[in-house]
């Protein structure tokens, strides 16, 4: 019998994320027709049953030789794979997939070549759609919504953020959610994959904002969906991921805005977002 050999390599980076994991692999049989290579990046190892349970669900068990981060961690999965896997799919341990998604992305992906990564729509728990497809963050409504959003969740600039979010009908977007993301790897390979100095939140960002630069397509669909349980690995930290949360945006915006006829506009959004941090610390 003729083996077929997998275009897709599912990889995953778990912190303490063992029970969510096992449901995110069990659904990966469903989600496409075709065989799904699929990596545990295990950026805590030894806490936990993670490796037991890839195993179990025949996944390829990776011990991480440090906290990675999460671009970190999948950039040194990726690094592993076959040259012969046509595409990298790149998920949350807290995802489970709808049936024939994977496929559906795969075919939305392949009717252009220029599509360099495809988002599907992520469903809540409670039903609702998450805003997973979105423009990158210019400096006006931007920097709005990232320094307001939080402690003024009604204010303008996030309010025609959001707007620009639609998750009704397949479009481009400025980047694609991390949380559930499929990118073909010659795109991946072209851009370097994630910029691991963002050890956690805009890392997906980046990578997005990196792809549509070189010149790819981040196409978002909602033919294809999955549902995001969301936040085992950082319920119990969050103090920790606020100050993650505003590292990795002053990083974003030192990156966007660089040299020295920027430095007064660096200097007022790190100022800003401090600010912000103090606020988020004191209302959580």
């Not at 897709?8 to 692999?25: I, P």
């Not at 915006?253 to 920027?262: C, F, M, N, S, V």
Request: hydrophobic letters at 45%; charged letters at 20%.
């Amino acid at each position: 019998m003729m083996t077929v050999a997998p275009m897709v390599a599912l990889v995953t980076v778990t912190y303490r994320s063992a029970d969510a994991l096992e449901a995110m692999l069990a659904s990966v049989a469903r989600a496409s027709d075709a065989p799904v290579l699929s990596f545990v990046a295990d950026n805590l190892p030894g806490t936990d049953d993670a490796k037991d349970v890839a195993e179990r669900a025949g996944a390829d068990y990776r011990a991480m030789p440090g906290n990675l981060g999460y671009g970190g961690a999948v950039n040194e999965v990726v690094r592993g794979i076959p040259d012969g896997v046509e595409w990298l799919l790149v998920t949350n341990p807290d995802v489970v997939f709808d049936e024939g998604s994977i496929d559906e992305m795969v075919a939305i992906a392949n009717a252009d070549s220029r599509i360099g990564a495809v988002g599907p729509l992520i469903r809540n728990e409670d039903g609702t759609a998450y805003p997973s497809a979105r423009p990158v963050p210019g400096l006006g409504v931007g920097t709005g919504h990232a320094v307001f959003g939080p402690v003024w969740p009604a204010n303008p600039w996030t309010r025609r953020y959001h707007a620009a979010n639609a998750v009704d009908h397949e479009r481009d977007a400025g980047w694609l959610s991390g949380a559930c993301l499929l990118v073909r790897r010659s795109a991946f390979d072209d851009i370097g994959g994630f910029d691991s100095e963002f050890f956690m939140y805009f890392e997906d960002v980046d990578f997005g904002a990196r792809l549509g630069r070189a010149g790819w397509r981040n196409r978002f669909t909602p033919t294809a969906s999955v549902v995001h349980t969301g936040g085992h690995s950082t319920s119990a930290e969050s103090s920790a991921m606020i100050a993650a949360h505003h590292r990795s945006a002053q990083r974003f915006i030192a990156k966007t805005y660089p040299g020295l006829r920027w430095w007064p506009v660096r200097a007022s959004l790190a100022l800003g977002l401090r600010l912000r941090e103090r606020l988020a610390r004191r209302l959580h």
